[in-house]
């Protein structure tokens, strides 16, 4: 499974980008996929997480804020961001967990910079 990550870029705050991740190749059975970021010198955290029945989940400083949505057909997940703030700068990872056994799989990660 490859994961493909892309959208990020440069954006003032209170702007918006909107993050795709799509999964190609041979593809068993996609269960949560995930977005996760890490900022400079921090770890690497969960933002939200979409299980393939839709339950959603949000760390508490991206709740209201951040829309994590999937297309079952495309093997795609998005990730809407609102209101950014410069808190929100990070290189961004989705992760997918996939096939039988379940493993995760974890995409390029894409930057994102909150800066006016």
């Known amino acids: 499974v490859q994961l493909q990550a892309s959208g990020g870029g440069l954006v003032q705050p209170g702007g918006f980008l909107r993050l795709s991740c799509a999964a190609s190749?041979?593809?068993?059975?996609?269960?949560?996929m995930g977005w996760y970021r890490q900022a400079p010198g921090k770890q690497r955290e969960l933002v939200a997480a979409i299980t393939s029945g839709g339950t959603t989940v949000y760390s508490d400083s991206v709740k209201g804020r951040f829309t994590i949505s999937r297309d079952n057909a495309k093997n795609t997940v998005y990730l809407q961001m609102n209101s950014l703030n410069v808190e929100d700068t990070a290189v961004y990872y989705c992760?997918?967990?996939?096939?039988?056994?379940?493993?995760?799989?974890w995409g390029q990660g894409t930057q994102v910079t909150v800066s006016s």
């Open positions: 190749g041979t593809i068993f059975s996609i269960g949560t």
């Open positions: 992760k997918v967990a996939a096939g039988s056994p379940r493993r995760d799989y």
